[in-house]
């Protein structure tokens, strides 16, 4: 897993954001932009799920914070879980689920092995249109900046599969997720698979929001006060 600190100015709170697959740092800057600066929150973003393991030099200083707060978006609901990371006061999912592939509570096995199979620029040209609800959003999500190459992100989808389908490697552990947020205009993770997924947990859904939330929620202030 990388990391990068987004915000650190000694607050005594954090915000641990964990991103989609595929994707880098250049979203979690774009959601910060948004954000007012009375946002008393450090934060800390993370993607590459190569190795789901945060580092234990960032799990070292996120121990020493009075409050970890914990957002994480699609495929990264499910590595937030496996990543070491311990003590979480609040923890929002954001169209993701802790089963990613899944008939009924994720991504459809079938589904999943065809974005694996045919991952190539065009492919992802057809599934950046997908999560971002259309081309208007397509491009805007393009202007963010996501600096990822086609077979880093087909390495990084291979590497969670085989994580995926090695039960020994499932990961125990101590905190749950508070609430969800699902946008019924999901084409990735189905609203349906989610609902499957949080029956027992407090929901929040976004009528017009596409798998990508962030041009619906905008900045860290509004994802949080969705589970206010």
């Known amino acids: 897993m990388k990391t990068i600190w987004i915000e650190q100015r000694n607050n005594h709170r954090v915000l641990v954001f964990?991103?989609?697959?595929?994707?880098?740092?250049?979203?979690?800057?774009?959601?910060?932009?948004?954000?007012?600066?009375?946002f008393e929150y450090?934060?800390?973003?993370?993607?590459?799920?190569?190795d789901l393991l945060l580092p234990e030099e960032d799990r070292q200083r996120l121990a020493a914070y009075d409050e970890r707060v914990v957002v994480a978006w699609s495929f990264g609901v499910y590595a937030a879980l496996n990543s070491g990371l311990e003590h979480i006061g609040?923890?929002?999912?954001?169209?993701?689920?802790?089963?990613?592939?899944?008939?009924?509570?994720?991504?459809?096995p079938e589904i999943f092995q065809a974005t694996l199979d045919n991952w190539s620029e065009d492919g992802r040209e057809r599934f950046m249109r997908r999560i971002?609800?259309?081309?208007?959003?397509?491009?805007?999500?393009?202007?963010?900046?996501?600096?990822?190459?086609?077979?880093?992100?087909?390495?990084?989808l291979a590497a969670l599969q085989q994580r995926l389908t090695d039960s020994s490697s499932q990961a125990e552990h101590g905190?749950?997720?508070?609430?969800?947020?699902i946008g019924?205009?999901?084409?990735?993770?189905?609203?349906d698979a989610q609902k499957r997924a949080w029956r027992d947990?407090?929901?929040?859904?976004?009528?017009?929001?596409?798998?990508?939330?962030?041009?619906?929620?905008?900045g860290w202030h509004e994802v949080m006060a969705c589970s206010s």
Not at 135 to 156: N, P, T, W, Y
Not at 175 to 181: E, P
Request: with cysteine; net charge negative; glycine share 8%.
């Open 18 to 38: 964990f991103n989609g697959w595929g994707m880098d740092e250049q979203i979690a800057r774009y959601i910060h932009s948004s954000t007012p600066g009375t």
């Open 42 to 50: 450090d934060v800390l973003a993370c993607h590459d799920y190569h």
């Open 90 to 108: 609040r923890a929002i999912a954001l169209n993701g689920t802790p089963y990613p592939v899944s008939s009924d509570e994720g991504i459809a």
């Open 132 to 156: 971002a609800g259309g081309r208007d959003l397509a491009g805007r999500l393009a202007a963010v900046g996501m600096r990822r190459s086609i077979d880093e992100q087909k390495s990084e």
């Open 175 to 181: 905190w749950r997720y508070s609430h969800a947020v």
């Open 184 to 191: 019924a205009r999901d084409m990735i993770f189905s609203p």
């Open 201 to 218: 947990l407090p929901l929040t859904v976004v009528e017009t929001m596409p798998h990508v939330p962030f041009f619906h929620l905008k």
